[in-house]
Every structure is written in structure tokens, then in C-alpha cells.
């Protein structure tokens, strides 16, 4: 018989951890196994290193997203100080979620975006009819559709670009089908679907 068990760890609002397992609350000491699978991942050598790299996320699928992207930004920041190459490659970063508020490591994204010209990042509310009439600044309303692919993909070097997507299965789904569509080949991209 196999078991699967939903395992989250959380801040409260005193900023104490709070973990569960299986809806069980877990305390310092107690035992849990962990399995992690997939080949999902960014290790930053060969044509990973070189190539441009567009990210796109929705909602709580930015976790690995986040890892990727800061995993990049580290290696041409080494490799700057290294003096190995100048820093050419770009990293593109679109992440959707329904309200402003939803959005994990904005700030940290932001920081990323003005401290390093090759890592943008672009923040789509999908649930327009929160907001009044007005965009609120710095986002953009809509879901990331064909269009906002293929404008952000001229930026980058298609020859030799990986595109990772994780997000919702359907958000998913479609965006890989767009990626297709705009001609970026299917070994170029990698999609996590976990969930």
C-alpha cells in the first residue's frame, strides 16, 4: 500500500514555524520521510549556463521558478567577478497569480531586476475584476498569453533559449502549446506539473 502525505511548513503571524504533515500537526523531533522526484531542474552547466533562460510561473508554481532564478543570476554574478565572460545571457521572468497579494518573493524579484540589467521580471494579475479600472503600478492585467510570449521571446536568443514552466496544469498546458506555436522547439521547453 502506498501513502501520499501533504507536507507544508508555514510562518504564523508571530513569526513562529508551523508544520504539518497530513493535516497532523509535527513538532521539533518528529519523524517524517521525504520523497522528491522529477527532472525539473537548472544546474547552470553546458547549454544550460549559455543560454538565455525564460521563466514562467503561476501562483505557488513559483517555487522552483524562484530556485532557477536565483540559481542564474548567482552563476553570471561568479562569473562576472571571475572575469570568465561578460554577461550577455538574459533571464526572463513572468509570473501570474489573481491579486497583488499572492505574488511570493516579489520584492525579492524586484531587487533582482534593478541590482542585475540581464534579469527582468513581470508580474500579471489574472483577476482583473478586483481592481478598479486602474492597473496598479508595476503589474499588468491579463493572463500571459501568445502575444506576451512572443514579445518577450524577441529579446532573447532563441537558438540557444531553455524555457521552464510551472504553474496550474491548464496555465501549463497552455503556455507550453504557446511556446510551441511561436516556434521555440520542444526539447527547449521543461515543465513541471505537480499538482
Not at 501562483?59 to 532557477?68: H, L, N, Y
Request: hydrophobic content about 35%.
Amino acid at each position: 500500500m502506498q501513502w501520499q502525505v501533504w507536507t507544508s511548513l508555514r510562518l504564523d503571524q508571530d513569526h513562529d514555524l508551523v508544520a504539518s504533515v497530513d493535516d497532523r500537526p509535527c513538532h521539533i523531533g518528529s519523524k517524517v520521510s521525504v520523497r522528491c522526484g522529477g527532472d525539473f531542474f537548472y544546474d547552470g552547466s553546458g547549454q544550460d549556463c549559455s543560454g538565455d533562460l525564460l521563466l514562467v510561473a503561476g501562483g505557488v508554481g513559483i517555487t522552483p521558478i524562484a530556485s532557477i532564478a536565483r540559481h542564474a543570476v548567482d552563476l553570471q554574478e561568479k562569473l562576472k567577478k571571475q572575469n570568465k565572460r561578460s554577461s550577455s545571457k538574459k533571464v526572463v521572468l513572468l509570473y501570474s497569480a489573481v491579486e497583488t497579494g499572492e505574488f511570493l518573493f516579489e520584492n525579492h524579484f524586484r531587487s533582482l531586476s534593478v541590482k542585475n540589467s540581464y534579469f527582468q521580471v513581470f508580474f500579471y494579475i489574472t483577476g482583473q475584476e478586483r481592481y478598479s479600472t486602474s492597473v496598479p503600478q508595476g503589474y499588468q492585467f491579463g493572463r500571459i498569453n501568445s502575444h506576451v510570449l512572443h514579445e518577450k521571446i524577441q529579446s532573447l536568443d532563441r537558438r540557444r533559449l531553455l524555457c521552464y514552466v510551472c504553474g496550474p496544469p491548464p496555465m501549463s498546458e497552455s503556455v507550453c502549446k504557446m511556446l510551441e506555436h511561436t516556434g521555440i522547439d520542444e526539447s527547449q521547453i521543461l515543465y513541471e506539473k505537480w499538482w
